[in-house]
């Protein structure tokens, strides 16, 4: 985050927000916005937060479903879910969304585009 960035054409966030601490997330994602050339953009996937409730519950499941089936045991999941605890925030993506074009969505995973026009 402290990084002196250059001017850029594109970058991508891809699954590091959620790490970011709350607080500063918003104006990191401001300052690179302000740092991208015209004609530029900025790509972000990052986890969300799940709707409350059972669909919440749901997505939650399906994504641990899809995890195993995809090659990861059962036990590497959990293990990985347990160590993410205190460390891994989702997004919450109200204040993304005026500035972004969401693009993607599987679960608990959203894509987003930022453009800086010509």
């Avoid at 001017?7 to 991508?12: E, K, T």
């Avoid at 300052?31 to 004609?39: C, D, I, N, T």
């Avoid at 937060?49 to 749901?58: A, D, H, K, Q, S």
Wanted: some cysteine; charged content about 25%; glycine content about 8%.
């Amino acid at each position: 985050m402290e990084y002196k960035y250059e001017m850029f054409d594109f970058a991508v966030l891809f699954l590091i927000l959620m790490f970011l601490p709350i607080g500063r997330r918003q104006q990191f994602v401001m300052h690179l916005r302000s740092m991208v050339k015209p004609g530029g953009a900025i790509v972000i996937v990052d986890k969300v937060n799940t709707p409350p409730g059972y669909v919440g519950t749901c997505i939650r499941r399906l994504a641990m479903r899809w995890k195993i089936d995809n090659g990861a045991s059962h036990e590497d999941v959990v293990k990985k879910e347990l160590s993410l605890a205190g460390y891994q925030r989702p997004l919450d993506p109200s204040w993304l969304e005026p500035i972004a074009h969401r693009w993607f969505q599987f679960g608990e995973f959203a894509g987003w585009i930022i453009e800086r026009g010509e």
